[in-house]
């Protein structure tokens, strides 16, 4: 029993919980590499795109509620989504259209777009923080847990009981369906070989009559997307506030660099590898031990590494590892 009651503790307070926000991770880091993949720069405005498009979908959804539609048990940001990537996507192309296209047909050096990009980040952040103000925002309806610990413990017998909120389990399977779907489109669809040829050899591409403004339209697009979903996500599962999008920057490169930037399967482990790294350093550990170990070996303290404000320097120590010894990501991805 105090096997199965350690083992439903690890579940509750590790493995659910750095599951749902490796996959968060995951889709934000997805967004990063293909920008830096196919555009060449890194796009330091990514997680203020992803605050953006959240806003979009509270706003929606905030309106959904107002005129008494819902989704039931299920949040009604669901239904609002679709709403925030197109909303997303609107502003993303019109960025690329005054902004960025401006640089890139002057060709100019990868670092200078990263400076431009720094420069959009902080017109997102402010334009975020406008419409819907700087305060927590709480948009999740519909019923709070698939699983609650005292079902659980009815149910088992067990001391603890196992909990998984629904935002949890939404958060896995959107993020095990995008990432599928992006996957086939990737290597599918006509589109999708064209972005891959553009991104393995630029001028081979052009030779070949692929256009290079449709390839980068194309590539906004889904980055908007991929940016919404995961901060809509993020916010179901935590809650919204833009200053925490800007922080989540450096757990999305992070991700994205550890994998290795420009690979999108680099991009998921890379999310995953952060995510449990950050919940397994910042546990307080005694409460699993408290049953696995004998009495005699009982520890005292909370068997706490890191404080949980340090979860951000989990990802920042990783970073930097992964720099100094392999720069290229696990996946081998483009150097930076």
Known sequence: MDFLNGLVT??????????????????GALGVTLVYGILRFSNFAHGDTMAFGTMAVILVT???QALGVDLGPVPTALLALPFGILITV??????????????????????LLVIVSMGV???YNGLTRLIIGPDDQRFDDGARF??????????????EGLALRTSQAITIVTAVAVVAALFWFLNRTRTGKSMRAFSDNEDLALLSGISPERVVAITWVIVAALACVAGTLYGLDKSFKPFTYFQLLLPIFAAAIVGGL?????????????????????????????YWLP???????LVQLLSTDYKFAVSFAILVIVLL????????????
């Open 121 to 123: 980040m902080f017109v």
């Open 62 to 64: 905030w309106g959904l």
């Open 295 to 301: 009495e005699s070996l009982e520890p005292e303290g």
């Open 146 to 159: 698939l699983i609650s610990a005292r079902d659980f413990k009815t149910w088992s017998g067990l001391d």
């Open 262 to 290: 420009g690979s999108p399967l680099g991009a998921i482990a890379g999310g995953f590898v952060i995510a449990y790294s950050e919940v397994i350093l910042t546990y307080a550990w005694k409460k699993v031990l408290v």
């Open 90 to 111: 609107g502003l993303v192309l019109v960025t690329d259209r005054w902004v960025y296209r401006f640089y890139r047909v002057k060709k100019v050096p990868p670092v």
């Open 10 to 27: 690890l579940l509750n307070f590790v493995v659910i919980p750095a599951t749902a926000y490796g996959a968060q991770l995951a889709i």
């Open 325 to 336: 010894f392999r720069p290229t990501g696990l996946f081998r991805g483009k150097a930076l």
